[in-house]
């Protein structure tokens, strides 16, 4: 019967309903079998033609909140990226978190000279004979794709960059690369174009085995928005202080101490993280 009903994408496309699509969404956040044909379950007699994909969104967060909280923050995980904001730097810190695990030297938020003029870099990665040039472009809304000129107008930032640093023989470096980082998705045109220029682009979702979601689940790297135990207010403020790693508060608990958490919330805020992050060799 589910076969026939029709739900509403964000975009406010009609497509048919998968089943399938949800249980494998449970079953990445780490439910179990048994709940996730529970909560499936539950869904399914909820359906109605033209219920929306953040309503079965909603509904199934709710339940896994209720039933397994490591899921729910993991399942939140896309969402809870998009509320690294208002502002694009928490986004820029994030995208600097995650070149750090894999043992880059990182500066973010700096202005670097270019042949031509100044720019604000937003992340800037270097190892070895390696170094990143970074931009970050961070959306509110999943609506929201990078069409060709972010590629466009950010290689030419980039190969202005690049000829300061190849003339400066302060720098040991010889490889240099402009790099795209977004929350959302990139265009055809925009992938295209990057693939010609050589710029790289990681998106939600692109590419596959290096996306902005593999990167994350590989490295555990979660973002505080994605704890259940953390009101919006809360978060927003361990934003506000630099704070955008759900590990940076479990290492510190001072952070929580000195925002006036009590003993028996830190401790649950801990347990939380520790069981959203228990495969990290940093938690066993």
């Known amino acids: 019967m589910n076969k026939s009903i029709k739900v509403k994408k964000f975009s406010g496309e009609l497509v ?5 699509k949800l249980r494998r ?11 996730v044909q529970q909560i499936t379950d539950e869904i ?12 079965i969104y909603d509904k199934a967060f709710k339940l896994l909140k209720s039933r397994r909280r490591p899921s729910a923050s993991r399942y939140k995980l896309k969402k809870a990226i998009m509320e690294l904001g208002p502002s694009g730097f928490p986004f820029e810190n994030y ?21 031509c003029v100044t720019h604000e870099v937003d992340v800037l990665a270097c190892k070895e004979e390696r170094c990143y ?35 400066d023989p302060s720098k ?12 959302t998705r990139f265009t055809s045109d925009a992938m295209d174009y990057a693939k010609c220029a050589g710029l790289q682009l990681v998106s939600w979702d692109y590419p596959e ?10 490295s555990r790297l979660f973002p ?40 028996t919330r830190i401790r649950k805020i801990r347990e939380d993280i520790q069981d959203l992050c228990e495969d990290h060799e940093g938690f066993k």
């Open 16 to 20: 048919d309903f998968d089943v399938n």
């Open 25 to 35: 969404s449970l079953k990445n956040a780490n439910a179990d079998h048994n709940l």
């Open 44 to 55: 399914e007699k909820e359906l109605f033609h033209g219920i929306s994909t953040k309503i």
């Open 95 to 115: 995208i600097g978190h995650i070149f750090k695990h894999d043992g880059y030297d990182v500066n973010v938020g700096i202005v670097m000279k270019g042949n």
């Open 133 to 167: 040039i970074v931009e970050c472009k961070y959306h509110n809304s999943q609506g929201k794709a990078n069409d060709v000129k972010i590629p466009l107008y950010i290689h030419s930032r980039f190969n202005d960059v690049k000829s300061q640093l190849e003339y």
């Open 172 to 183: 040991p470096f010889t490889d240099y690369q402009g790099w795209i980082f977004t929350n």
């Open 209 to 218: 085995t290096k996306s902005l979601k593999y990167r994350i689940n590989k």
């Open 224 to 263: 505080i928005t994605v704890l259940t135990s953390l009101t919006k207010r809360e978060k927003q403020q361990f934003l506000k202080e630099g704070v955008v790693l759900c590990k940076e508060i479990y290492e510190a608990p001072e952070l929580l101490e000195k925002n006036g958490f009590s003993k």
